[in-house]
Nanobody, 124 residues
């Protein structure tokens, strides 16, 4: 059974760091492009970062460039999102998603498989 399970969310003070993990089962990671998305209350889900089967990466909002880093470990079937210098506006539920493609997309509709999400809150 195919599953994506996020972990690593939590409450952190502004300026702090978190590392999210997305563990995949039932599929081979090296055949899928993985995206991280987030959704804050009352807002649409937006693409945050993406990593292709070849290891190419894309960060979508200008607000996370230089602060968020996506990586993958094919041996562990896991994708990570390192988030540094967190801001209150980063507060949201973060989701990982998979698409069977060699290319990234920032559109949620392009992804077939989704995790259940993990809450990230940056607040003092």
């Amino acid at each position: 059974q195919l599953q994506l399970v996020e972990s690593g969310g939590g409450l952190v003070q502004p300026g702090g760091s978190l590392r999210l993990s997305c563990a995949l089962s039932g599929l081979t990671l090296d055949s899928y492009t993985i995206g991280w998305f987030r959704q804050a209350p009352g807002r649409e889900r937006e693409g945050v970062s993406c990593i292709t089967t070849g290891g190419g990466t894309v960060n979508y909002p200008d607000s996370v460039k230089g602060r968020f880093t996506i990586s993958r470990d094919n041996a562990k079937n896991t994708v990570y999102l390192q988030m540094n210098s967190l801001k209150p506006e980063d507060t949201a539920v973060y989701y990982c998603a998979a698409r069977r493609s060699y290319a990234c997309s920032g559109s949620p509709g392009r992804y077939i498989f989704w995790g259940q999400g993990t809450q990230v809150t940056a607040s003092s």
